[in-house]
Structure formats: structure tokens, C-alpha cells
């Protein structure tokens, strides 16, 4: 996609209303041959080549691809607070050759710039909006007034607790709604204060855990950010070896595991030992042994998708499978019961059972959200489909930025080289922007050439176009020139508007991990040359 950004918004403007052409319940495909029983087992997100890529994958939302938070949680496609892929399904898109899904640089930043536990995710956080002045951060009021005067070098949300993560020259503090440092910049990294009021810092190039004074209530050691899970346990690595640590950093698990996931919902954790994935129980102890080459979470049906032999099937609690490897791709379970498929580069949709419930047809597809919709693909077009895998939408959109994220109401779409949004009727209801990059109850972030501002989801203007950044869009890292195309080697600003052609949202900018979906598609799937440390081959 082209998002080369332009004209600028003139602050009085209302975009008008045009129809989309919503569908009329048309069928999205000639309808295969009968719907067929599939054998017994799906869950997981978009699907790696490799057992390695497999392990890099669960650093994703099984949901909507976004970057999870070390305990799991995402706040991208839940609110925050809640476990990711259980309650709110954004948008997988099933497949690892790509799809435009979210808008990606507010996805890392999600735990830094919302931390944990907060039960509504609005743009103005305690009624202050981060925004960027040339090379500086500052925060507004609703009415584009500075509350705290730019300042920072990075700046984030504030959280219920009244502070906010911000940067002074390179290390990470906590300030509060008057500017001042509650707790001094002294980290090298942070994350947000969970609802506990505790907060993942890095000192000395080990994690720990702070309080709201700042002082370590679990001593920096450990060499992952980590969160605690309903259970009290959290996965954190130590060296090259995984385990579980309790709320006061003691070992319940000790370190032996080449990767752990978190617990999440359920009484079990994925762990990976030796080269094979199992499952363990809250004492450690194996109740399912390690035996695949790829294990996901249990879903709230109780079936997880794991693989086997290049195959993907579903498992039980106690390991037996449900439904037996068969799929070339297998997706999280959706609250309404149906998972993502993949074989012969089609996908389709199963039910608990392994039965077509809407047949192979589609170059790509989502699982659905809680609306009930889902995101598909057919002939480079985005349209989203009901249970029934009838159009609820055609498909007319060139990419699909921002689905069921922090708000309920709008789609963000790209059409040519311009950004809208749409309702859930298909029906436009802002169009003609440069970008759009994240939708909020109280406001969308946009951009017009290198400028971004706010505006009210009627599409009227709520902040001008003015600042080098707002909220976690920054346009430094959200470059508006082709040239990018040339950067190489360790280059932090490789920016999301102008990544490597491919339809994949992701964040790069300062992202310790990169991207699952560009990052393969770049180099056609040759994992190990443009990774972790954004090590970017040249066109």
C-alpha cells in the first residue's frame, strides 16, 4: 500500500457520508461441494515455518497479531485487563503470507502506554493526550491545551493510578498530571503499573518489579518483563532457560524450560523442552508431555491447536486429539464457536467437531470478533463475512487498518492511496485522510503529510493537524518518504508506512522484537536475516 502522506486537513472540515455499497446477504463465493465433516482438531494465530518461528509466534495475540504483554494479555483486541484471544477476537489473519490488520506501532507500546488492568482504553488518559513538538513530548487537555509543556523524549498514557511512563534522555520514569517525577528516570526500560500497582523496570540490563514509589519489590534478575497471571505465577527467563517466579520472586518452577508461556485462563502453560512442546500444571509437573513441534493456548471451548508432522489439529485438556492434524493452518476458537482453517492455500471454518461450517474459499480470513463479523479476503479485495459465511460487506477495501480494536463502531480502510473510516453497515463515514492510525472512543488519530491531530468519530477535526506525533503514532517512525526503502542494518526508524511491500500491518520504531508477518514475507520466509534487531535486507 501506498501511504505517502500529503495535503493537509483544513480544521473545519466534515468528511461527508458516501455509501460503501454494504452487501445484501450475498453468498461470498460459489458455494463449494457440501459441507463436509473434517476429522478429529484449531487455536492459535498465524502459523510459523519452524519450531523457532513457532517460539517467536507466541509473542503475538492469537487473536490480532498484535505484541502480547509478557503475561499474555493484549490490549489491543480486549480491554485491558483481560486475557487476549478469550473474549474480544480482533483479527488474525490466518495466514503468515500476510494481511493488513491493525495499526501497529500503538500495539508495542500497548503495555507501556496503558500498562494492565484498566477497564476502558480511551485515547485521553485521565483526560491528557501525549503529543510531540519537533524532537519533544508534551501532554494536552481535550481542548488542545497544554497540561505539561513538551519535555520528554518519549512520552506515554497515564494509567488509573495517575502516572504516566516518560523518557529523559535514556532512561524511564513515572510522572504525574502536573509533569513532575514521581519516580525518576533511572530505568533502562519500563512497562505500565498493572492494577496491583506493580510495574515491570530494567536495571542493569536484568527485569524486575517496582512499586509506585519506584522501589524493586522484586529485585531486578531476570532477563524478560513479566506480568503475573490469575494464578500468581509468571513466566520469566534467566539466562537461556524459562520458569515461573511468585509474587515475591521465588522460584515455584524452576528455570529448565527452552520457552514457557504464560498460564493465562487456564490451569495449564505451554512449555517447550528440548525440541517438543507439552503442557504443564502450576506445581510444573508435565500433564500433557512434550510431543509437538507447535503449542498454543486452550481456548474457552477447551481445544488447543498444536502441531504435528507440518500439520495442525486439536487437542483436550488431557492431550487426546479432537480433531486430528489435517490443516495446513489452525486458528484461536472465537467465542462463537468457529476457528480458521487452512489447506490448499484456501481457508475456511470449523466448528468444535472438525466440520465445515463455511467452506475453503477465501485467500485469507480472520476469526471473528464479538459483533460477529470477520475479516476475509478474495482477489486482493477485504470484505467481512457473518457465521454463516454470507457477505455482511463485499469485499471493496485495498487493506483493512484497524478492526476491532479499541473501538466497536468504526473500520479503519484503505481505498488507492487514501485512508477512511467505515461503520459496521460498510457505510463511510470519513474519508480522504493520509492515515489513519488508531480509532478510540474519544477520538481518532490521523495524518495528513508529516502532521498527525485528532479527530471526532464523525470525522470533524477535535485536534488539528499539527504535532510530530500523538499518542503512540510518531511521524518520525512513521516516515512519509520512499527512500526508506534503502535503510539497512539495525535501522530503528524503518517505519511502518513505507515497510517492506507487503499488505502486514507491524511496528518497527523501537520495538525490541519485530514483526511476525514482515519479517517473513520480506525475505521470502528466511527467518534468521530480518529478525529481532530489525536487520533489514535491501530491496
Known amino acids: 500500500m501506498s501511504d505517502e502522506m500529503k495535503n493537509q486537513v483544513d480544521p473545519d472540515q466534515k468528511v461527508t457520508d458516501a455509501a460503501v455499497t454494504p452487501a445484501e446477504n450475498t453468498s461470498p463465493a460459489d458455494t463449494q461441494a457440501e459441507q463436509t465433516p473434517v476429522s478429529p482438531a484449531p487455536e492459535t494465530a498465524p502459523q510459523p515455518e519452524t519450531p523457532q518461528e513457532a517460539e517467536f509466534l507466541q509473542k503475538f495475540c492469537p487473536q490480532c497479531g498484535a505484541p502480547l504483554a509478557p503475561d499474555g494479555t493484549c490490549s489491543t ?4 485487563g483481560k486475557k487476549s484471544g478469550k473474549k474480544t477476537a480482533a483479527i488474525v489473519i490466518a495466514a503468515v503470507v500476510c494481511l493488513a490488520v491493525l495499526a501497529a506501532a500503538g500495539l508495542f507500546a500497548a503495555k507501556k502506554y496503558l500498562g494492565k488492568g484498566d477497564e476502558q482504553i480511551t485515547l485521553f488518559r485521565q483526560g491528557l493526550l501525549p503529543v510531540k513538538v519537533g524532537e519533544q513530548w508534551g501532554y494536552i487537555d481535550q481542548n488542545n491545551n497544554f497540561a505539561i509543556n513538551p519535555q520528554f523524549d518519549s512520552a506515554f498514557g497515564f494509567g488509573d493510578n495517575g502516572l504516566a511512563l516518560a523518557k529523559n534522555g535514556e532512561k524511564y520514569g513515572f510522572i504525574d498530571k502536573k509533569g513532575n517525577f514521581v519516580i525518576n528516570p533511572q530505568f533502562e526500560d519500563a512497562n505500565g503499573f498493572d492494577e496491583h500497582g506493580l510495574a515491570a523496570a530494567k ?7 517496582i512499586d509506585q514509589k ?6 531486578p534478575q531476570f532477563d524478560s518483563s513479566f506480568y503475573f497471571a490469575d494464578n500468581g505465577l509468571a513466566a520469566v527467563k534467566s539466562g537461556e532457560k524459562y520458569g515461573y517466579i511468585d509474587k515475591k520472586g521465588n522460584y515455584v518452577i524452576n528455570p529448565q524450560f527452552s520457552y514457557a508461556s504464560d498460564f493465562m ?3 495449564l502453560a505451554a512449555v517447550k523442552s528440548g525440541e517438543k512442546y507439552g503442557y504443564i500444571d ?9 510431543q509437538f513441534d507447535y503449542a498454543s493456548y486452550f ?5 488447543a491447536a498444536v502441531e504435528s508432522g507440518e500439520k495442525y489439529g486439536y487437542i483436550d485438556k488431557k492431550g487426546n486429539y479432537v480433531i486430528n492434524p489435517q490443516f495446513d493452518y489452525a486458528s484461536y476458537f472465537a467465542d462463537n464457536g468457529l476457528a480458521v482453517v487452512k489447506n490448499d492455500e484456501k481457508y475456511g471454518y470449523i466448528d468444535k ?5 463455511i467452506n475453503l474459499q477465501f485467500d485469507s480470513a480472520s476469526t471473528f470478533d464479538d459483533s460477529g463479523m470477520a475479516l476475509v479476503k478474495n482477489s486482493d479485495q477485504f470484505g467481512f463475512i457473518d457465521k454463516k459465511g454470507n457477505y455482511v460487506i463485499n469485499p471493496q477495501f485495498d487493506d483493512v487498518h484497524e478492526y476491532s480494536s479499541y473501538d466497536k463502531d468504526l473500520i479503519a480502510v484503505e481505498t488507492g492511496d487514501k485512508y477512511g473510516c467505515i461503520d459496521r453497515k460498510g457505510n463511510q463515514v470519513i474519508s480522504g485522510k493520509d492515515y489513519i492510525y488508531q480509532i478510540y472512543p474519544d477520538g481518532i488519530i490521523f495524518a495528513q503529510g508529516k502532521k498527525a491531530g485528532v479527530l471526532k468519530k464523525d470525522g470533524t477535526v477535535l485536534i488539528n ?24 542494518s539495525a535501522d530503528s526508524l524503518y517505519c511502518y508506512t513505507h515497510k517492506p511491500k507487503t499488505s502486514s500491518s507491524s511496528s518497527y520504531s523501537t520495538m525490541p522484537y519485530c514483526d511476525f508477518y514482515g519479517c517473513l514475507n520480506r525475505v521470502e520466509y528466511s527467518w534468521n536475516d530480518y529478525c529481532t534487531e530489525h536487520s533489514f535486507m535491501e530491496d
Open 77 to 80: 483486541c480486549t480491554k485491558a
Open 465 to 488: 493537524c499539527s504535532y510530530d506525533g500523538v499518542g503512540s503514532y510518531d511521524s518520525e517512525k512513521f516516515c512519509t518518504n520512499d527512500d526508506c526503502y534503502n535503510y539497512k
Open 265 to 267: 485462563d487456564s490451569d
Open 299 to 303: 481456548a474457552d471451548n477447551g481445544l
Open 353 to 357: 467437531k472438525g466440520n465445515y461450517v
Open 203 to 209: 536495571s542493569n540490563g536484568k527485569w524486575g518489579l
Open 282 to 290: 502450576k506445581k510444573g509437573k508435565f500433564v500433557i508431555n512434550p
Open 214 to 219: 519506584g522501589n524493586f519489590v522484586i529485585n
